[in-house]
């Protein structure tokens, strides 16, 4: 056993270092047959504050021209959070948002978010804001946790893998199949969609954390009893390896008024090239359900989904 959680360790690292040179696929169709908004438009902001590793014209360029294509107005957001900086917007997206500009430095896993910013958007939801918080392996975990936390979800803060449900093409314990035969799809508004051309089957992450919501969310990408969570020691010492049994990797929740989506995986829900051979990793992968995931997200965030 010792040495097949040592073994997922190093899958989960050299996953991780495969996907260090990432790029936004320019190829991609985020065409929208149907878009959901065609007479009102939702406003989005997109965080671009916070050191953000994914950005509206950057790696989220996909993301954010798809669901310009579904009706939504999306708008990057410099500023820090207040609450007059949040004024007028519908959802706020912020995805890998980093302590540091540089991802390889110490610094990259201090918080994010100051307290006051943190108060100011769980107050924001609470009143009737709507929160897309994505936050990917290590050092993003550590980042948001602060954030995570004003809404009672957990972040591992490492790398997390499933050697029993990793993806077939790819080989690689850290990016984890979810689908209707494995039943990691949980039941929500978000995996059903409105109507049958838009249920959820099947899902792929692409090297992201786990997560662990308060006892009234939901998880609609629950983790297998097989999911580790690897967490690297500090500068260079040996990491830890521990059950991952029980979290998730999505998690959907009220707050008051508000909701709230968090993600521990960011690159499901692009549409990116990796590394030399420039491989498709995100929503440009054929066979899975990531792009309507991230329209059927945005549904329920803007409550077209109930």
Same mark, same amino acid.
């Given at each position: &056993?010792?040495?097949?959680?040592?073994?997922?360790?190093?899958?989960?690292?050299?996953?991780?270092?495969?996907?260090? +040179? +990432?790029?936004?696929?320019?190829? $991609?169709?985020?065409?929208?047959?149907?878009?959901? *908004?065609?007479?009102? %438009?939702?406003?989005? $902001?997109?965080?671009?504050?916070?050191?953000?590793? %994914?950005?509206?014209?950057?790696? *989220?360029?996909?993301?954010?021209?798809?669901?310009?294509?579904?009706?939504?107005?999306?708008?990057?957001?410099? +500023?820090?959070?207040?609450?007059?900086?949040?004024?007028?917007?519908?959802?706020?997206?912020?995805?890998?948002?980093?302590?540091?500009?540089?991802?390889?430095?110490?610094?990259?896993?201090?918080?994010? $978010?100051?307290?006051?910013?943190?108060?100011?958007?769980?107050?924001?939801?609470?009143?009737?804001?709507?929160?897309?918080?994505?936050?990917?392996?290590?050092?993003?975990?550590?980042?948001?946790?602060?954030?995570?936390?004003?809404?009672?979800?957990?972040?591992?803060?490492? *790398?997390?893998?499933?050697?029993?449900?990793?993806?077939?093409?790819?080989? @690689?314990?850290?990016?984890?199949?979810?689908?209707?035969?494995?039943?990691?799809?949980?039941?929500?508004?978000?995996? #059903?969609?409105?109507?049958? @051309?838009?249920?959820?089957?099947?899902?792929?992450? $692409?090297?992201?954390?786990?997560?662990?919501?308060?006892?009234?969310?939901?998880?609609?990408?629950?983790?297998?009893?097989?999911?580790?969570?690897?967490?690297?020691?500090?500068?260079?010492?040996?990491?830890?390896?521990?059950?991952?049994?029980?979290?998730? +990797?999505?998690?959907?929740?009220?707050? !008051?008024?508000?909701?709230?989506?968090?993600?521990?995986?960011?690159?499901?829900?692009?549409?990116?090239?990796?590394?030399?051979?420039?491989?498709?990793?995100? &929503?440009? #992968?054929? !066979?899975?359900?990531?792009?309507?995931?991230?329209?059927?997200?945005?549904?329920?965030?803007?409550?077209?989904?109930?």
């Amino acid at each position: &056993m010792i040495h097949r959680v040592l073994l997922v360790s190093l899958l989960l690292l050299l996953s991780v270092l495969s996907l260090a +040179q +990432q790029v936004a696929d320019p190829d $991609f169709d985020v065409t929208v047959k149907k878009p959901a *908004y065609t007479t009102k %438009h939702p406003v989005v $902001f997109l965080d671009e504050a916070h050191h953000n590793f %994914h950005t509206a014209s950057g790696r *989220y360029k996909p993301f954010a021209d798809l669901i310009t294509n579904d009706g939504y107005k999306v708008i990057p957001s410099k +500023q820090k959070f207040t609450k007059e900086s949040l004024k007028g917007c519908d959802v706020l997206v912020i995805s890998n948002a980093l302590g540091s500009a540089m991802m390889g430095s110490p610094e990259a896993s201090n918080p994010a $978010f100051t307290e006051e910013e943190c108060d100011v958007v769980r107050e924001w939801v609470r009143q009737g804001g709507n929160l897309l918080l994505i936050a990917d392996h290590a050092p993003m975990g550590a980042a948001n946790e602060r954030l995570g936390l004003r809404f009672g979800v957990d972040m591992s803060k490492g *790398y997390t893998g499933d050697p029993a449900n990793r993806d077939d093409l790819s080989q @690689s314990d850290s990016n984890i199949k979810f689908n209707l035969e494995n039943k990691l799809l949980g039941d929500h508004p978000i995996t #059903r969609g409105r109507d049958a @051309s838009e249920k959820i089957s099947r899902l792929i992450s $692409f090297t992201g954390q786990s997560l662990k919501g308060p006892t009234d969310s939901v998880a609609f990408m629950k983790l297998a009893d097989t999911a580790v969570d690897f967490t690297p020691g500090p500068q260079g010492a040996e990491g830890t390896t521990k059950s991952a049994a029980g979290r998730a +990797q999505g998690i959907a929740l009220r707050l !008051g008024k508000g909701r709230v989506v968090v993600m521990g995986e960011a690159g499901m829900m692009s549409a990116q090239l990796a590394g030399p051979e420039k491989r498709k990793f995100g &929503m440009n #992968r054929p !066979g899975i359900d990531n792009r309507q995931l991230v329209l059927n997200i945005m549904h329920w965030l803007s409550g077209l989904l109930k």
